[in-house]
């Protein structure tokens, strides 16, 4: 795999992040300082690491930078559903390039790539570290979003026509795929500009990455549903609480909202299938646990089985399969089985979805955002395009897009996350 970053040229412009009061302010990257895929050795391995492995450029810092600040206009542009830190993100970016790079030029694309397209009709707004104060409080993009791909050339016309160098894109694998086809364009069209995804998703399945912003405060969200019910369950004669969370094709906000509420007896995603019947299935096993515990909780992806339902709901805008909705379904199935029991049930059904992905972002988002932004001018004014940056075993990196979006990260049903779950439920460990 290839993770060579592709550069707009030499880098002959002296760094602003200058060193200062007879010490260095700023600890300077360089291109060949690295970050091993693999942090860990086997058993039979010597104390040697093999440095030639798979492994991504370090982000930070350049000593000489591609652009020059005085003549540097950026933008950033949000797509794709919410999630919180957006705002972060944008704030963190202008006040970056404001304060660190004196960058004064930064464009915001509104409602998406549709903010690119002439004839929709949406001014850009032109961001002011003051304008961008305070929006870190809130939840969602004061630029809004849209779903859906637009023409390339087009858009790469409008970056033409304003002389935008930096061109900053916050979204999912579709969105980042759509800036991998802009900075094609661009190299094409002989066009220096620099074009840096940065990856938003608070499904948390970005391929090479310990975790997407966004993350933190949904599932710490998804906790709050989880508890309540418990609450709902235990309140009533066998009770369930059943809660569906996000998680479209990736289990982990379920898992880690499981793990960290407590009390929960089930969890169901996507990398995980099950049946509902027979005496290994769902419903015997939830069945028995009400007999034993009197009340149950069910945590269950928005993904997760699939195959269980014949609906076809097609596809959204951005080409993602819309799935059936696990939790009414589930609902249903678990209330018919009791009542043709004639066991008594108490069924109450949570679907925090879009509560979860509409908040302000927590402390630790906040941080992690803010380090992101810094990360992605650092790259930006450094002449890297087609590419992302993100975290790895605890260190910022650059990543290329097109590896970054080959797929998706995905629960390893044998990993320990997975086993953390099982143990922390005591579910069958297959029911089917």
Request: glycine fraction near 12%; proline fraction near 4%.
């Given at each position: ?8 040229g ?14 260095v ?19 039979d ?11 991504f ?21 949000t ?86 160098d ?11 795929r ?6 094609a ?40 549903a ?16 059943l ?33 509902l ?112 940056v ?43």
């Open positions: 795999m290839d993770t060579t970053i592709k550069s707009l030499p880098c002959e412009i002296t760094s602003p992040l200058r060193h200062v009061g007879g010490g302010e700023v600890n300077f990257r360089k291109d060949q300082e690295r970050v091993l895929f693999s942090h860990t050795l086997d058993r391995d010597g104390p040697q690491v093999d440095t030639t492995q798979f492994s450029e370090a982000a930070g810092p350049r000593e000489n930078i591609f652009f020059n600040p005085s003549r540097t206009t950026a933008a950033i542009v797509c794709g559903g919410l999630c919180p830190g957006l705002n972060d993100m944008i704030r963190g970016i202008v006040t970056q390039l404001h304060y660190r790079y004196a960058v004064t030029k930064v464009f915001g694309f509104r409602y998406g790539y549709e903010g690119l397209i002439p004839r929709y009709g949406h001014t850009p707004m032109l961001l002011k570290p003051e304008s961008v104060s305070q929006i870190h409080n809130f939840g969602g993009t004061i630029l809004g979003s849209s779903r859906g791909p637009q023409k390339i050339g087009e858009m790469v016309d409008l970056l033409e026509e304003m002389n935008i930096l061109f900053f894109v916050v979204g999912g694998d579709g969105t980042l759509g800036a991998a086809e802009i900075s364009e661009c190299e094409r069209r002989g066009l220096k500009k620099a074009v840096i995804g940065i990856p938003k998703t608070i499904d948390n399945d970005i391929m090479y990455l310990d975790k997407s912003f966004g993350f933190e405060t949904a599932f710490a969200h998804a906790v709050q989880v508890k309540c019910g418990y609450v709902e369950a235990t309140g009533a004669v066998n009770g369930i609480g809660i569906r969370l996000m998680g479209r094709d990736s289990g982990f906000i379920s898992c880690y909202a499981a793990l960290a509420g407590g009390n929960v007896d089930f969890v169901l995603i996507p990398e995980v299938p099950f049946t019947e027979g005496e290994r299935g769902l419903l015997e096993a939830l069945r028995y646990k009400l007999a034993k515990k009197k009340h149950a909780v069910i945590v269950v992806s928005e993904g997760a089985g699939q195959d269980l339902m014949t609906s076809d709901g097609g596809a959204d805008a951005s080409g993602n399969k819309k799935h059936g909705d696990i939790g009414m379904f589930l609902k249903e199935k678990i209330g018919a089985f009791f009542k043709e029991r004639r066991f008594e049930c108490n069924l109450k059904y949570f679907d925090p979805s879009y509560i979860i992905r509409s908040v302000p972002a927590n402390a630790q988002d906040n941080v992690y955002c803010s380090q992101l932004a810094q990360h992605a001018v650092h790259a930006a004014m450094a002449g890297k395009t087609a590419m992302l993100g975290r790895w075993h605890g260190a910022f990196v650059h990543l290329p897009i097109a590896l970054a979006t080959q797929g998706r990260r995905k629960v390893d049903p044998q990993s320990e996350l997975w086993h953390s779950v099982l143990e922390s439920t005591g579910q069958p460990a297959r029911m089917l």
